[in-house]
C-alpha cells in the first residue's frame, strides 16, 4: 500500500484487510444527475468529445468528488473507446446512444480489425489518467476500466444498443469460431488497454460485462467469462510496488457468482438482483463483494435511501470484504442531494460492522 495514497479504504477492502468503514464509490459517479457535468459536457459540445478531451475528462472526474466523501475515483470515459479505435466510426447519440458506422458483418471484417496502441490510438485517455492522479494529489484511489470483450462484441455486430442482440447470436450459434476470433481479438485489445491505464496510473481495474447476462449459462462460460478470465491472467497485478486488485461486474450473472469468483478476480460486482448476504455465504472470503442497492432507491428520499443502505449493511454482516455500490450506474434523473445522503449513510452505518 502506497503511504502517498491517504485513503487507502477502498483497496484495503478489495484485498479483504480490515478498514474502519465500509467504502463506498457510485457507477456513473461523474454522470448527467450532476448539474457541473452537464455544463462542462454542454462545453465538450457532445459525447466523445469530451471523452477525448484529458482536461474535460479530468475536470467531469474530480466533480462528484468535490460534492462527497466518496471513496474512489473512476476515469471518466466510456467502453467504446477500443471499438471506435479500430475504425468503426463510433457516434453517441442522445436518447437513442452508441452507433457505430462500421459494424461487424463477416470474418474478413474481424480479420482486417487493427489492434489499437494505447498509448498512441488511445493516447487521450492515458493522458487523462494521469492528469486524474495528478489532480487527486492521493486523495483516493482511481480506478481504470474496460468493456468486457462479450459485451463490446455486441456494440460492434450489433452496430449498437440491441434488444434481442439477434445478430451476435446467430454469430454465436451459426459461425462459433468467427466469434471467438473477434473475442480473442478483443480480449488481446482489452488487456493491452487495462495495463497502459495501470502504468499512467490507474490504481484498481474494473471489468465491466454488461450484457454476459443474456447468454445461456453454457454461452456465457464459453463466450463471456472465458475472456475476461484472459485478460486476468494477462493483466498487471502489481505496478510500481503496489499490488492492482481487479473487479468484474456481470449484469444479471446470479447463477454464475462462483464461477466469476474463480477467475482469479480480487472482487466480484453484484446487480440489485442479489441477495448479497446469500452470495457471501457462497464465495465466503475468496473475494470482495461490490454493490448493490438498485439505483431507483435514490429516486425516493432520505429516510427510505438510509433504510435500504442499512438493510444491505446488515444482510452483507460483520467483518472487510465489501464495497458499497450500486447495482448498475446512477441514472440522470436523480437528485443529487439522494446522492449525499446515500454516501454518508453507508460511511455512518458501516461503522458497527468494523472493529477497528
Not at 333 to 344: C, L, Q, R, S
Request: charged share 20%.
Amino acid at each position: 500500500m502506497s503511504s502517498k495514497l491517504k485513503n487507502t479504504r477502498l483497496i484495503r477492502t478489495l484485498f479483504g484487510e480490515a478498514v474502519d468503514m465500509t467504502p463506498v464509490w457510485m457507477m456513473r459517479q461523474a454522470g448527467r444527475y450532476l448539474p457541473e457535468y452537464r455544463a462542462t459536457r454542454e462545453k465538450a459540445g457532445d459525447f466523445v468529445t469530451l471523452c477525448q478531451t484529458p482536461d474535460l475528462a479530468c475536470e467531469v472526474t474530480m466533480q462528484p468528488l468535490k460534492r462527497y466523501p466518496l471513496d474512489a475515483a473512476i476515469l471518466f470515459s466510456d467502453i467504446l473507446t477500443i471499438p471506435d479505435a479500430m475504425g468503426l466510426g463510433l457516434e453517441l447519440i442522445e436518447s437513442v446512444g452508441p452507433i457505430f458506422d462500421n459494424p461487424i458483418k463477416s470474418l474478413a471484417d474481424i480479420k482486417n480489425l487493427p489492434t489499437p496502441d494505447p498509448e498512441d490510438d488511445l493516447g487521450y485517455v492515458m493522458d487523462a489518467v494521469r492528469l486524474i492522479r495528478k489532480e487527486l494529489d492521493g486523495s483516493v484511489p482511481l480506478i481504470g476500466f474496460a468493456g468486457s470483450p462479450w459485451t463490446l462484441a455486441t456494440y460492434m455486430i450489433e452496430g449498437g444498443s440491441s434488444k434481442d442482440f439477434g445478430k451476435i447470436k446467430k454469430m454465436l450459434y451459426q459461425e462459433p469460431n468467427t466469434l471467438h476470433l473477434l473475442l480473442k481479438h478483443l480480449a488481446d485489445a482489452v488487456s493491452l488497454y487495462l495495463n497502459a491505464q495501470i502504468s499512467a496510473g490507474a490504481q484498481v481495474i474494473q471489468i465491466f460485462d454488461t450484457w454476459g447476462g443474456v447468454l445461456s449459462t453454457p454461452a456465457y462460460h464459453e463466450f463471456s467469462l472465458a475472456y475476461m478470465k484472459q485478460i486476468i491472467n494477462q493483466l498487471k497485478r502489481e505496478y510500481a510496488g503496489e499490488k492492482i486488485p481487479v473487479i468484474l461486474f456481470t449484469k444479471g450473472a446470479g447463477c454464475w457468482i462462483e464461477d466469476i469468483a474463480n477467475t482469479g478476480c480480487d472482487a466480484v460486482g453484484l446487480d440489485w438482483m442479489q441477495d448479497i448476504g446469500q452470495v457471501r455465504s457462497k464465495v465466503g472470503e475468496q473475494v470482495a463483494l461490490q454493490g448493490n442497492m438498485d439505483p431507483a432507491v435514490l429516486k425516493s428520499n432520505p429516510e427510505t435511501i438510509r433504510n435500504e443502505v442499512a438493510l444491505i449493511l446488515e444482510n452483507f454482516g460483520q467483518g472487510s470484504g465489501h464495497v458499497f455500490n450500486l447495482g448498475h450506474g446512477i441514472t440522470p434523473d436523480i437528485d443529487p442531494e439522494n446522492a449525499g445522503v446515500f454516501i454518508n449513510a453507508v460511511h455512518e452505518l458501516s461503522k458497527q460492522y468494523h472493529n477497528n
